[in-house]
């Protein structure tokens, strides 16, 4: 037997264990001449070509220098010994188990299959044999992992105990689609994920995330700067002729007959900066005087805002005014308020941020007409600067595009933000914000309301501004909101993504879409599936064309 056709012939069959994908990149490397010089020595190439060497992979370092590597040179070997031969079966046989189990064959496992193949038994019959192995040993393993769960259910599990969050859908999707390929054990995903989080875990400690100085414009893909902002504030002229374009219509109107409608919650806190233009803003607003109130709970502030207050409170009747003893959070001065509140309608304001003026008038007027809504929202601009008025901040024209609310959109982000309008009723049904949270508490109120199927409506007006402060505290990867945000998502995901997302595909086929099993046996993309099912729905739903009389 020659080296030409013993050792091609394992190579050739070996290849076959291993995946399509390895065994396209081998077929391009031999294409191209390569050596095992050209091939990054952990690339699963570089293992198979230096087998097809004739080296086994421990030896890996002194086969660099080989250039026999190519079928060509292969063919011109002189025949083996038989002692070269055992040597050669052995190290295919080697090579074989750590592709194919990955591991090195056990003296007593090398010994037999080096015996069965010196005895006539098909190189194939063998690896055959190891991939069945593989597929038993993998089967066992899978099962002893949650073998009750679906492979999506898995996944959610792993990403609320590893991750300590709720696994989004696209991220279940993705890794099932893993596991139903056999590209990964259940095993080997929990190992992974481990690992990564061990890897975050260290990085969170010394990197920032985000300074500060820079923002995502929410449901876009861009970013702004402050470098941004403060180039485009020199050009002056285009900003006045980017006002001057501006075309804001007031969509909704407060029904004027109607008395006390918005009740506008503020919580207040080293405020001094903000507090003159903030109340000027919302006392402006509008539909102030004879349809809104203003509540302000000063949790025990240091910067004597009460004294600004107080002159506002003379002019304005319906304003509520209380300072605490000490200092509370902002969902315990947003629940005091809730309960204070005479309106039907709660809004929250925040010292920095800022309104057009009829931003109250327009978001009461949506929920008057959209009685299905419990809460409005709407997109936003974003500013650098502190004293600029609404117009001036919109000509810059950093704007949102939220989505229309769906469950699986807000597991990706708050999309109500930082000023949306909400129906007094909810807290009798809903509860209040839970306090415990000092960041996230409101996007914990609307996934709390999104779970009982409450209804979000967005209003296609922007009509206010969020404020990035270039001053504010770092945020850090384990600063308290982020790691809320990861506790909403582990609580809520499972709750918000529909049931047959997580099903198996033959309850999902048959059980859910209704579907017969024989029809779709070959199909395995749910999109796919859930198209056929609503054309089957609409042709069983289309009458019947009679033929008239």
């Given at each position: ?5 013993a ?30 010089e ?14 097809y060497?004739?080296?086994?992979t ?10 026999v ?5 292969l ?13 050669s079966?052995k190290?295919?046989i ?28 098909p190189?194939?019959?063998?690896l ?10 993998s ?10 769960q ?15 969050r ?32 061990i890897?975050?875990?260290?990085k969170?400690?010394v ?5 500060g100085l ?8 861009r970013?702004?700067h ?7 504030a020199k ?10 374009a501006l ?17 506008a ?7 001094g ?7 000027d803003n ?9 349809h809104?109130e203003?509540?302000i ?6 910067e004597n ?15 509520q ?9 902002i ?8 309960q ?6 709660l ?13 109250f ?8 007409a ?10 936003f ?22 989505p ?7 597991l990706r ?31 914990e ?5 999104l ?10 007006e ?6 990035q402060n270039?001053?504010g505290?770092?945020?850090r990867?384990?600063t308290?909101?982020?790691i ?21 595909l ?6 859910i879409?209704g ?5 779709t ?8 599936l ?6 089957d ?12 009389s």
């Open positions: 037997m020659t080296v030409g056709t050792q091609r012939d394992m190579f050739d069959l070996l290849v076959a264990g291993v995946s399509d994908d390895d065994r396209a990149a081998l077929k391009q490397a031999l294409d191209a001449g390569q050596t095992v050209d091939v990054p020595l952990s690339d699963p190439t570089a293992r198979l070509l230096a087998f060497a004739g080296k086994s421990d030896g890996l370092d002194d086969a660099l220098s080989a250039k590597l190519t079928k060509a040179s063919r011109k070997l002189p025949d083996l010994s038989v002692e070269d031969h055992i040597t079966t190290k295919a080697k090579l074989a188990f750590e592709l194919t189990l990955n591991r090195r064959p056990k003296t007593k496992e090398l010994n037999r299959w080096t015996n069965e193949i010196a005895g006539g038994t190189f194939p019959h063998f055959l044999a190891l991939n069945k192995k593989a597929d038993s040993q089967s066992r393993t899978t099962a002893k992992v949650a073998p009750n679906t492979d999506a259910e898995f996944v959610q599990f792993v990403y609320r105990i590893i991750e300590g709720g696994g989004l859908p696209s991220e279940l999707e993705h890794f099932r689609e893993l596991l139903q390929g056999r590209e990964m054990s259940r095993a080997d995903q929990v190992i992974n994920f481990f690992n990564a989080e890897t975050r875990l260290s969170d400690s990197e920032v995330l985000h300074d820079s923002s995502w414009i929410m449901g876009t893909n970013i702004v402050l470098d941004n902002w403060a180039a485009q050009d002056t002229e285009a900003l006045a002729a980017a006002r001057a075309k804001p219509a007031t969509p909704y109107h407060i029904n004027p007959d109607s008395g006390l409608r918005v009740s919650i503020t919580s207040l806190f080293r405020g900066d903000f507090i003159e233009q903030f109340m919302i006392t402006t607003q509008t539909c102030f005087d004879r809104s203003l509540i709970i000063d949790a025990d502030s240091p805002e009460g004294e600004v207050i107080a002159r506002y409170l003379k002019d304005h009747p319906n304003i005014y209380r300072r605490m003893d000490s200092c509370i959070g969902y315990e001065a947003w629940n005091l308020g809730v204070m509140s005479k309106g039907d309608y809004t929250n304001a925040n010292l920095d941020d800022l309104r057009r003026a009829d931003s008038e327009i978001q009461a007027g949506a929920l008057d959209t009685p299905f809504a419990d809460v409005v929202y709407q997109d601009y974003y500013s650098f600067a502190p004293n600029l008025s609404w117009d001036e901040v919109a000509a810059f024209g950093y704007k949102s595009d939220l229309v609310i769906t469950p699986y959109n807000m982000f708050n999309s109500p933000h930082n000023a949306p309008m909400w129906r007094k009723s909810l807290h009798s049904e809903m509860g209040l914000f839970d306090a415990s949270y000092k960041s996230a508490g409101d996007y109120f609307w996934m709390r309301c779970s009982k199927g409450k209804s979000f409506f967005k209003v296609n922007p009509h206010v501004v969020y404020y270039p001053k505290l770092s945020t990867a384990d308290r909101g982020l809320e945000g990861r506790m909403i998502l582990k609580k809520y995901a499972a709750q918000l993504i529909a049931q047959g997302f997580t099903a198996d033959p309850e999902f086929t048959t059980d879409l579907l017969p099993k024989s029809s046996q070959d199909e395995v993309d749910r999109s796919r859930v198209q056929k099912a609503l054309r729905l609409a042709r069983a739903a289309k009458p019947e064309m009679g033929t008239g």
